[in-house]
């Protein structure tokens, strides 16, 4: 059985919405989706799934506040403590078991009601062996960077392209938050963090919603928008130790993309797709996560990013819609934003951000530090 996302809804991304409470972003990106797909949560939607991380709301057992505003009081209701493709996955599986015909899955920040999100890092570390260190957990994207680097031959003015492209590209996009001219000059020479790790290396938390209606074959050629098919999904995570991982070569991303692949039937990757929007949470993620994906040889992305490969008039593509180095990082939501976006171009409504003939794309997304955990959707019309 096909699996489509018939339904799209993004909540413009803030750095803060004092106007706002997290239930009402949460209201206001499922109204969004639930028109584009013409529906009425109360008697159309069989399922619905949040992706949170009870640390960063505050509280536990998330999903007994979440029915409420998504119009799923006394409905199926599920918590997925993972990133939003990891919640996506989720809903293809309730469809293709027969659990459900049209599941909603929704994820969002309320990151500036946070105040301690770098404890909340930190806390994530390993109790024994790292945490007692101190420091800010963001040395250990520092640390990361200089081996990614060293290992995969890249360059560091290759993140300050990929940091310039991603917030420039963002002033086209009306939802980003931190859209800006920044160049390869400001970002190589913007403030020292964690060596090679800079000031705009890193992405800025944001407030904002994503909310996907996703529905079967049957159901979803009566819904009102025209469906864009999950033609392939895949997650996983590598260990939890920052001792025993691959620094160069993150293994979630290049387990998950296997799984996609395979479902997908994709067997080139370099050569498969139109579109690629994927993990950019700090700039040399996009590159390695590149690489990682077989979208461009070891070594390569970096390359790409100097001769505009990844532009919008390039070779492939890669986050024309500003990343979250340029909308903002929206912590669980990221992955689901990135799919959201594609969705977009693969309907031809992306706005000033269109590509013309997008009819594939591929999706990564990571659940940031200190793990490694993420997921990969391949995305299609037309087929």
């Known amino acids: ?32 989706s639930y028109a584009d797909a013409g529906i009425d949560p109360r008697s159309d939607v069989g399922s619905f799934i949040t992706c949170a991380e009870d640390y960063y709301e505050g509280f536990g057992i998330f999903d007994e506040f979440t029915p409420d505003q998504l119009g799923a009081v006394l409905r199926p209701m599920h918590t997925v403590g993972g990133d939003g493709i990891q919640g996506l996955a989720n809903a293809v599986m309730q469809i293709r078991s027969g659990l459900a015909d049209v599941v909603v899955v929704e994820s969002h920040s309320k990151a500036s009601d946070i105040l301690t999100f770098t404890g909340i890092v930190a806390h994530g570390l390993d109790p024994i062996w790292n945490k007692p260190l101190g420091g800010h957990p963001n040395y250990v994207a520092g640390l990361e960077m200089d081996a990614f680097l060293r290992g995969s031959g890249n360059r560091s003015e290759d993140c300050a392209a990929v940091v310039a492209a991603n917030r420039q590209t963002a002033l086209l996009n009306p939802i980003a938050a931190y859209g800006a001219r920044v160049t390869k000059e400001q970002a190589a020479k913007s403030p020292a963090l964690w060596a090679p790790l800079r000031q705009l290396d890193a992405s800025t938390l944001a407030d904002g919603c994503v909310v996907l209606v996703v529905a079967g074959e049957a159901a979803a050629r009566k819904m009102r928008s025209e469906p864009v098919w999950i033609e392939g999904i895949g997650w996983a995570s590598d260990s939890p130790s920052l001792e025993t991982r691959d620094w160069v070569a993150p293994a ?39 690489e990682a994906l077989r979208l461009a040889r070891k070594g390569h992305a970096g390359k790409m990013a100097r001769s505009g490969d990844l532009a919008a008039g390039g070779k492939l593509p890669t986050n024309v819609s500003g990343g979250s180095l340029g909308c903002g990082n929206v912590l669980e939501a990221s992955g689901l934003h990135r799919v959201a976006e594609a ?14 003939g997008v009819r594939r794309a591929v999706v990564q997304s990571w659940r940031g530090l200190p793990s490694a955990s993420g997921g990969v959707a391949v995305l299609g019309v037309g087929r």
Do not use: C, N
Request: aromatic share 10%.
């Open 1 to 32: 059985m096909r699996v489509g996302i018939v339904g799209v809804g993004v909540t413009p991304f803030r750095p803060t919405t004092p106007e706002f409470s997290w239930k009402e972003l949460m209201y206001d990106g499922a109204q969004r």
């Open 343 to 356: 969705a977009l171009q693969l309907r031809g409504e992306a706005g000033r951000l269109q590509l013309d």
């Open 252 to 290: 979630y991303a290049t387990l998950a993309a296997e799984m996609a692949y395979r479902l997908a039937k994709v067997r080139d990757p370099a050569r498969s797709f139109d579109l690629a929007e994927v993990d950019d949470k700090f700039s040399y993620k996009e590159l390695q996560h590149l």
